[in-house]
């Protein structure tokens, strides 16, 4: 049984990671906006397996709440084992790139929000000496593309982040995970024609428990998204610039 | 979090959409509400008519309009009473995702169609039926409340003493009296995930029939019947029945599963494919009798390990076709039609006999006491003026086609095999859902 804190438990992919976590009987704690998910959420946790749940709201926005909501989170649950931040938003990017005000959101909520919570929690942990920080980027993070840049500036600032993170608290025995999901199926991807390399929340969730258990630094879910990458990061920047991706 | 996202999510999206038998294809403007309060608000202020989306299982256009509303976030288990055996859960909750919960826990569905990929939601509008139905009825039989979001976007609730009326115009209202938002329902108890099958092989028609009322207290039964036999053989078959092991292990299968990767070539169901898959499957059983311990999911859901089956039959889809005629009619009546198809030659790959048991006080569930037939068509020329063909026989005999797996029923066949169907309205006018929610289907029949 282990102890973990959800950040953005109602968005699909922490949703289908916190059931894997139910069924076999983790404690829990979730955190995201909305009050009636967030209910409905602990019910269905707590119906599925899981030992404890108990829940709180949470503004990106609101910076100065970030450390008395992660105490409350962490004395609820008497410590913590794992802590997975979810919590995000796809990018308008034609709307960013026509507001400074826009864009800046987008980079607040998908990166600064994002550090911030890690910069109380690395200290957490790195006192503790055991457990492990996940934290979902994205494949979108790995080269700037025309077509969702701001999306992945965030992103990426979230990888070399996460990078350094672990980086330090490698000695202090702590895992640091940096997620990187391709194509998912959710509600945030509602607009997207699906094709073949669209994969759904609960396998992606599942390969979350399986990169935990494993301890590893990153992982590509599906897996094939490092290889496609691999790709993608290889092409020289003057043919790169030349492509509409 | 973020303006964009909120303005994006009750946005609808404008996506091509059809049933699982691919045909019709509709562009839909879609919605996935993320809560019910997104969903209420929704309702309150957006376009109308619409149609629930669950899982996309029925076969043909009931699940298909304009505006859509998708169900798949509505997906939590709300509250469990571990004695009684009571869920409630949301509508979107699917019945794989219910049984991955439960069964482990030692309990079931106490009726299940022929795919676990039903939502909670789409089960009720349809009211499905499974291979009990005989001794324990429809899938409305277990539904102990519902709650609806009417056209106004307000909540009711509704069961067999609070608007009783609602209550029996929902259950097999294929979506038509409002939106399904939570319901509550009585989970069966078991011992074992297990079936226990027994199988029979019938050389005809007569011969399955007799069987069927032979083992009329067997819990589960069906028969799969080679519709392209003909002469003495006409309506060969194989009966499974089945019953829960008294014990066992509780589990569900994570195997991994086949999926058919895109549309086949339409040529490679033809009528040549279908007759050797259908003799080899019935000979492949030896003996007149056969006994075998299986899982419940090969058991009840023998299509569901190979993923995307719907484009075996090609870029043009295929139509399911499932009538039910009353018992008096049976024999005369299942040969006349048996025999018409096998002239046509246009087989299915399933057909599936099965005997119902009474019929319910839901004003549109499909089942009546006697004999249905499921088959598959590949949709090509000349397909549509058979079924309609088969309409006229399957009314002859006073029967009904089922609207879960109807694309293409006339306005006239359904209303004169549906008398209830002016009640329906009235229920309707009453709760304020006409103009509000409407499928392609509904408008075909005229009930609009």
């Given at each position: 049984m282990q102890k973990i804190l959800i950040i953005g438990a109602t968005s699909a992919i922490a949703k289908a990671t916190a059931r894997c976590f139910a069924e076999r009987g983790d404690q829990l704690y979730l955190l995201a906006r909305d009050q009636e998910r967030l209910s409905d959420l602990a019910n269905d946790l707590r119906i599925r397996g899981a030992n404890t749940v108990a829940y709180a709201k949470f503004d990106?926005?609101?910076?100065?709440q970030y450390p008395s909501l992660l105490d409350k989170a962490i004395a609820e649950l008497d410590g913590l084992d794992v802590v997975l931040i979810a919590h995000g938003t796809l990018s308008d990017q034609t709307a960013c790139e026509r507001s400074i005000e826009l864009t800046l959101q987008e980079l607040n909520t998908n990166a600064i929000s994002v550090i911030g919570l890690l910069t109380l929690l690395a200290n957490y942990f790195e006192q503790r000496k055991q457990g492990c920080i996940a934290v979902i980027s994205s494949v979108a993070g790995d080269r700037g593309r025309q077509s969702n840049y701001i999306y992945g500036t965030a992103k990426g600032a979230i990888t070399i982040f996460m990078q350094g993170l672990r980086n330090r608290l490698a000695k202090s025995n702590i895992q640091v995970l940096t997620i990187k999901p391709g194509f998912v199926n959710t509600p945030m991807t509602a607009a997207f024609k699906k094709g073949a390399l669209w994969a759904e929340p609960e396998a992606i969730a599942t390969g979350i428990v399986t990169a935990i258990s494993k301890q590893k630094d990153i992982v590509y879910l599906p897996f094939w998204w490092r290889y496609i990458m691999l790709i993608i990061r290889t092409i020289p920047e003057h043919i790169f610039k030349r492509l509409s991706l | 979090m973020s303006l964009s996202k909120q303005t994006r999510q009750s946005t609808a999206m404008l996506t091509r959409l059809s049933g699982w038998g691919r045909y019709p294809q509709y562009q839909s403007n879609i919605f996935t509400p993320i809560s019910l309060t997104t969903c209420q608000s929704h309702l309150a202020t957006h376009t109308m008519p619409l149609i629930a989306h669950g899982m996309g299982r029925s076969y043909g256009d009931s699940a298909l309009a304009e505006y859509v509303i998708n169900t798949q976030e509505l997906d939590c288990l709300l509250d469990f009473d571990t004695h009684s055996g009571q869920l409630t859960c949301h509508a979107g909750v699917s019945l794989a995702a219910l049984l991955a919960v439960f069964v482990p826990k030692g309990w079931f569905l106490p009726v299940t169609p022929?795919?676990?990929?039903?939502?909670i939601g789409g089960a009720i509008a349809s009211d499905v039926h499974g291979k009990n139905h005989h001794q324990h009825g429809c899938f409305s039989e277990y539904i102990v409340s519902l709650e609806l979001l009417l056209g106004d976007g307000s909540r009711l609730r509704c069961s067999r003493s609070e608007h009783p009326e609602l209550f029996h115009a929902t259950c097999g209202g294929m979506g038509l009296t409002g939106l399904i938002i939570n319901a509550t329902l009585q989970l069966t108890a078991i011992h074992s995930a297990y079936i226990n099958q027994i199988t029979y092989k019938a050389a005809n028609l007569e011969e399955v029939l007799a069987l069927f009322a032979e083992h009329h207290a067997a819990t589960y039964s069906v028969a799969w019947i080679d519709c392209l036999a003909n002469n003495e053989a006409l309506g060969r078959s194989l009966l499974m029945l089945g019953e829960h092991a008294p014990e066992g292990e509780l589990h569900t299968r994570h195997r991994s599963k086949l999926s058919i990767p895109m549309e086949m070539p339409k040529q490679l169901l033809n009528h040549y494919s279908i007759r050797a898959f259908n003799t080899f499957y019935y000979q492949r059983i030896r003996q007149q009798q056969s006994t075998q311990c299986i899982h419940y999911e090969p058991f009840f859901y023998p299509l569901d390990g190979i993923l995307h089956w719907n484009r075996l039959y090609g870029r043009n889809g295929f139509i399911q076709y499932q009538f039910v005629i009353p018992q008096a009619a049976g024999m005369e009546g299942l040969r006349t039609i048996l025999k018409r198809i096998a002239r046509s030659g246009?087989?299915?790959?399933l057909a599936v006999l099965k005997a119902f048991g009474k019929a319910n006080a839901n004003l549109l569930s499909f089942p009546i006491e006697g004999y249905t037939l499921a088959l598959d068509f590949k949709l090509a020329p000349g397909l549509l003026e058979l079924l309609h063909e088969l309409d006229a026989m399957v009314l002859d005999f006073g029967g009904r086609l089922y609207l879960a797996k109807d694309a293409r029923m006339h306005e006239t066949t359904f209303k004169r095999s549906y008398p209830q169907w002016e009640r329906f309205q009235a229920v309707r006018e009453q709760y304020g859902a006409i103009g509000h929610f409407a499928s392609l289907q509904s408008q075909r029949l005229g009930l609009n």
């Open positions: 990106t926005a609101a910076i100065e | 022929g795919t676990q990929f039903v939502s246009r087989g299915s790959f």
